[in-house]
């Protein structure tokens, strides 16, 4: 064990985190199934199921093939919210084309201020971001007075471009309830390939309903958060994927489909 030590300290790799994979404690890492750019431009279709996703995380944030519904994942659980508004257990078999996920733990806990609206309480969390340049895993346990989220339909081919596919949301407001928010926070530099800044998904606490959320007020919850330092993405392989122009810009059509 001590020389094989030595010999990553003279390759340069990470002692601590492999220490501790040596102990049988896995390195938490954000593990992304493609890129955001590629969502948006209307790859749909993917090859990685929920079973293998579980093995990459037990907390997280997606969608489905053919962008049928919104994915989210807590306590090792996955959910369906489809754009009926009703949230369904996901079987291992699905695929999904586009996720992040990883294995929380939840290292700071955080009562948040009652009454924040969404967009004061991401103000309020970045001024508590000890690295702005790493990943965040945010889990927000509690009672939100104005909960605000959206659904898709499932798409059929010829798929159209994201910013066009939300113009048909679903949207449900499920003002003063309890649940959970999933949400994960991307440093600007992953502009293209994650969505930098805030991703947020909800479920009710009886896990009947949820969505990705367009806006909400707090009226008591806390947060747990997690920073992670290891990003994997894996990309498709498929021809839609490999014809598709990622050249391009998508920061505003981002914005239209996140708000």
């Known amino acids: 064990m001590k020389k094989m030590l030595i010999v990553l300290a003279l390759l340069g790799l990470p002692l601590q985190g492999w220490a501790a994979d040596a102990r049988g404690t896995p390195s938490a890492a954000l593990f992304q199934v493609s890129t955001i750019d590629a969502l948006l431009s209307g790859v749909y279709d993917g090859d990685v199921t929920i079973g293998e996703l579980r093995k ?3 907390f997280g944030l997606g969608t489905f093939n053919r962008l049928d519904g919104e994915m989210l994942a807590v306590d090792g659980r996955y959910y369906q919210i489809k754009a009926n508004g009703v949230a369904y257990p996901v079987p291992p078999s699905m695929k999904t084309p586009f996720a992040s996920v990883v294995r929380f733990t939840g290292t700071k806990t955080m009562a948040l201020p009652q009454g924040i609206s969404g967009a004061e309480l991401e103000k309020w969390l970045d001024e508590r971001f000890d690295n702005k340049n790493l990943f ?4 927000i346990d509690g009672k939100f007075s104005r909960m605000q989220t959206r659904a898709v339909a499932a798409q059929e081919k010829p798929y159209r471009p994201l910013v066009e596919v939300v ?3 679903a949207v449900f407001n499920l003002d003063n309830t309890r649940g959970v928010i999933v949400g994960l926070w991307s440093p600007a530099f992953s502009k293209g390939i994650s969505v930098p800044g805030y991703h947020w998904h909800f479920l009710t606490a009886d896990k009947k309903a949820g969505g990705h959320i367009l806006s909400f007020s707090v009226d008591e919850a806390t947060a747990k958060i997690d920073a992670v330092s290891n990003f994997n993405v894996r990309l498709p392989r498929d021809e ?5 122009d990622l050249s391009k810009d998508r920061e505003h059509e981002l914005n239209k489909v996140e708000r």
């Open 56 to 58: 990459r995380g037990n």
């Open 136 to 139: 965040y895993a945010i889990r």
């Open 167 to 169: 113009k048909t949301q």
């Open 240 to 244: 839609a994927f490999a014809k598709t």
